[in-house]
């Protein structure tokens, strides 16, 4: 009973209704997405027309701003590095049904590599921004690995965990950036790190450098990873199915523990392109302030982006255009900065709500089922997870 | 055999006696006409009557999906009729939901407690009643609850956690809460299925107690030793009708295990070839196997299966069957005891290996187990398979997507799998293309060993037809099949040898030629031989 060689015209045929179907989903969710978007806009607009400013200007502004010319969509594409990343570390763990609300401490401790490596160990440029990235995705991995072990040996909830640790990364990275790291010259950073591995802008005087590039290879490559391997493949099965991961012969602890990685060390490679790719400091602030909350911020880009490497590419950039316009918002249109975050949040919670939607949907239909069938004492466990 | 004596105890440990006191004969709760159709069209039950007297103890008997637990169900409030009537003392009731059925005295214990494992069996028995957490209310509330268990002898530690007490004092606390809430009608579903002997009777003389005090009980199981022991009448259910309802004193375990088979219907399957070489491919050798709760499920059992053979385990669900098949198929380690495929041992080892010796594992519960709902038929189709380098390309560890679109292309045509496209989400196919898809997965295995947990539940007539007749296939290609079906005419239709499961043994081992309906019916109601080996 082995397969017959099939009919090779049949399987043309039945690809290309398959792309086509695979077109119209893609569309679908696309135009999804820009109705939200929309949707967004317009109560921002209602908003800014009750509390009296003019929206189209402030919306000219925005576009101005992200947009309008080569340094503003420098601009934009460097706040969307970090975010392309930060973005990737919740949303592959997403996939495999995990939340990994530690992308920010992995940053962070990336971000701490970075500054170790890059100003300390001195090497010819390539094999020293390699050895950059390889350190910070190295620590990234450090740090997300721990909650993904205790989950898997212990049961330890993952949000716990992660949370926990980025509580410590932040005080160790306060720690080291004030007492140890510390530039004697400038008491408000660490030092900085060597020229070698300084990216340069693209465009002089801009913001974004190389990094973006960084940043969406390794979307694209684990776009490949989800969908083009076999170790994708039962991520994929472990976020829907787990107890089908187990039935198809994976270990769900590898699983988690692959899935962890990968995403601390996409979190970590984040925090050095904070560090080597984004001119003029390419040092971390003793207030950690050139990290901010990118981390947090990735699980609403990812979110956003479908939990979908590309999706997030395309989210991440629109955060960052919403970031870069927010200048211009005020300048034009004389928008208080606490204005332009309100209609941000606004137009950030209506593109969100289909997928946090769909979660809670996904829950309440999982409760009902368990109401509606008799689970017998007897029965094997339903997978207790989220 | 009819005529033959067979001893009224099944269970060791359970007393054989008259059915506790005497019982007004006039009719307290009626169920008239009940009528359940699920909205995809099934239909659960069809016309059912019922009635109870007060302080009668009502056996309902029947196989898996005979309706009993609808029934019950539609009566606790937790589904809602399609047609029929409910009468109390002679008046009509409605019930819309749990708590309608407790205000008319109506309570169920689940097979599945409804406590907070942390909480202390006090503040379980509490839960929901609003009752206070300190002061002279709670006092009184405890009171009362220590009234109830000396009326009752229902005996629980008040203030110890649930987690820390045995499961059959945790039962206890379940059917303490919902006396607690004057219920007068206590509906209790297998009660039995999680205790030990003596806990079960214990069980049972609480509940002789409370029938002696005018409680009503209604008793869902399918032992037969249980219902002889306990009840006062019994009705037997199948297919969603009433066979019967009779007095337990004049019943003897053969009536009622013939009412609860019912006569032959067995399905056409295809023709058997005769196999000329008898090989062992599977031999089980006193594998013990712990259920969830750390209780053995599978109890030492003993057997083989050649090729060219059907070996099928009969038995009502939740006997054991499910962990052996788990225990078989690498999802649960073995307490003791030994498994070989083909010379090699089986138990403990991971299910991609497993595949790799020649295991195919049709799953009991496709949905859990056997797919991914959301994911396309093309990558269902490879689910278990997806490592091997067929599907791979040159490039390390790569999916060859055009390879697997091939195959699956080529499982979905040879088994049948009606579907728009091999990218459709496994989720938008009907119930019998699923399984066709998870059947034509498994058996394109070229497989030693198919392992096939109840293959055509909740499937059409003819996507069952398509796959009991693909089993027979296998059988006649030479190939061992372990046939696990709660279906027993499907088990005599297919089966060259049948073995009875019953509580974690198997019961007696039978040969093609001597099957015989009414003693497989009295094994898998717990009477009538020990454990056997086959």
Request: charged share 20%; hydrophobic share 45%.
């Amino acid at each position: 009973m082995d397969p017959r060689p099939g009919d090779d015209q049949a399987a043309e045929s039945s690809g290309a209704a398959d792309r086509r179907r695979v077109v119209r989903d893609a569309a679908g969710t696309a135009g999804q997405v820009l109705l939200a978007a929309a949707l967004g806009l317009i109560i921002g607009a209602v908003l800014m027309e009750i509390a009296g400013y003019d929206w189209t200007r402030a919306y000219q502004g925005l576009w101005l701003g992200a947009f309008g010319d080569p340094w503003s969509v420098a601009d934009t594409l460097a706040s969307a590095t970090p975010l392309i990343l930060t973005g990737l570390a919740f949303g592959l763990c997403f996939r495999a049904g995990y939340f990994n609300i530690g992308g920010q401490g992995q940053m962070t401790v990336g971000a701490l590599a970075a500054v170790v490596v890059g100003a300390y160990i001195p090497v010819p440029t390539p094999v020293a921004v390699f050895l950059v990235l390889l350190a910070a995705g190295a620590a990234g991995a450090v740090w997300s690995l721990t909650p993904a072990f205790l989950k898997a040996t212990r049961g330890v909830h993952e949000v716990i965990s992660t949370i926990m640790f980025n509580w410590i990364a932040f005080y160790l990275a306060l720690y080291l950036a004030f007492y140890s790291l510390n530039d004697p010259q400038s008491a408000e950073r660490t030092v900085r790190v060597l020229p070698g591995v300084r990216l340069a802008p693209l465009l002089a005087g801009a913001d974004a450098t190389a990094a973006i590039f960084i940043a969406a290879g390794i979307a694209l490559a684990l776009y490949w990873l989800l969908w083009h391997t076999p170790w994708g493949y039962e991520m994929r099965v472990a976020g829907l199915n787990p107890s089908a991961l187990r039935y198809a012969g994976a270990s769900p602890v590898w699983t988690i523990n692959w899935t962890f990685m990968l995403a601390g060390m996409a979190a970590g490679i984040a925090g050095a392109t904070q560090i080597i790719g984004r001119p003029p400091t390419y040092a971390l602030y003793g207030d950690l302030s050139n990290l901010g909350d990118l981390g947090f911020d990735g699980i609403a880009v990812a979110l956003i982006g479908r939990n979908h490497p590309i999706g997030i590419i395309a989210s991440a950039v629109f955060f960052g255009a919403l970031g870069s316009g927010a200048r211009m918002m005020q300048i034009m249109a004389g928008v208080p900065l606490d204005m332009v975050r309100i209609v941000h949040g606004v137009i950030i919670i209506a593109l969100a709500a289909p997928e946090v939607w769909s979660i809670i949907a996904k829950s309440l239909v999982r409760r009902r089922a368990a109401r509606t069938e008799p689970v017998s004492a007897q029965a094997p466990n339903s997978p207790a997870r989220r | 055999m009819p005529g033959s004596s067979v001893p009224r105890t099944g269970a060791p440990g359970q007393r054989p006696g008259p059915p506790a006191g005497p019982v007004q004969s006039d009719t307290w709760l009626e169920m008239r006409g009940i009528t359940k159709v699920y909205p995809d069209g099934t239909r659960a039950l069809d016309k059912v009557d019922l009635a109870a007297a007060k302080g009668e103890i009502h056996g309902l008997l029947g196989e898996n999906g005979a309706g009993k637990s609808t029934l019950m169900k539609i009566l606790s409030g937790i589904l809602p009729m399609t047609s029929g009537r409910i009468l109390i003392g002679g008046r009509e009731i409605a019930l819309r939901n749990t708590n309608d059925a407790l205000a008319h005295g109506i309570g169920m214990v689940h097979q599945h407690y409804s406590l907070v494992p942390t909480f202390t069996a006090l503040d379980n028995i509490l839960l929901g009643r609003g009752a206070p957490l300190s002061g002279p209310a709670r006092s009184a509330a405890r009171a009362r609850i220590k009234r109830l268990m000396d009326d009752t002898g229902l005996y629980v530690p008040l203030d110890v956690p649930i987690e820390q007490l045995p499961i059959g004092t945790r039962q206890r606390a379940e059917i303490l809460k919902t006396l607690d809430r004057n219920v007068s009608l206590l509906i209790l579903d297998e009660p039995t299925a999680v205790l030990t002997p003596q806990e079960t009777e214990q069980l049972f003389q609480v509940l002789r107690t409370l029938s002696r005090g005018g409680t009503t009980i209604i008793l869902i199981t399918h032992k037969l030793p249980e219902v002889l022991a306990l009840t006062h009448r019994v009705t037997v259910l199948r297919h969603g009708r009433v066979v019967g309802t009779r007095p337990t004193a004049g019943a003897t375990a053969q009536d009622l295990a013939r009412m609860m088979v019912g006569a032959e219907r067995l399905p056409a399957v295809k023709e058997r070839r005769p196999q000329a070489i008898v090989e062992p491919v599977l031999r089980v050798a006193e594998l013990t196997v712990l259920g969830d709760g750390g209780t053995p499920a599978v109890r030492n059992v003993t057997f083989e299966v050649s090729r060219g053979e059907i070996f099928a385990i009969a038995g009502v669900t939740g006997n054991g069957q499910t962990e052996l098949i788990e225990a078989l198929t690498g999802l649960r380690p073995a307490a003791s005891g030994y498994a070989y495929l083909l010379g090699q041992p089986i138990t403990g080892v991971n299910p991609r290996k497993l595949y790799e010796m020649g295991l195919a594992h049709i799953p009991e519960d496709r949905h859990r187990l056997g797919m991914v709902a959301q994911l396309s038929i093309m990558e269902n189709s490879i689910l278990g398979v997806h490592f091997q380098p067929r599907f791979r390309r040159a490039m390390p560890g790569t999916l060859h997507w055009g390879r697997v679109r091939k195959y699956a292309r080529d499982v979905v045509r040879r088994f049948n799998v009606i579907t728009p496209s091999l990218r459709t989400p496994m989720r938008s196919l009907s119930g019998g293309n699923q399984q066709k898809l998870v059947v034509g997965r498994e058996l394109s295995k070229s497989p030693a060993l198919v392992v096939a947990g109840q293959p055509t539940r909740g499937l059409d007539v003819a996507a069952a037809a398509t796959i009991r007749d693909l089993l027979m296939d296998m059988r006649n290609e030479g190939r061992a099949v372990l046939l696990v079906s709660a279906d027993l005419d499907e088990v005599l239709a297919l089966a060259d040898r049948i073995a009875v499961m019953y509580e974690g043994e198997i019961r007696a081992v039978l040969e093609r030629g001597q099957f015989d309906r009414e003693r497989i019916g009295l094994l898998m109601g717990g009477v009538g031989d020990g454990p056997a080996a086959g």
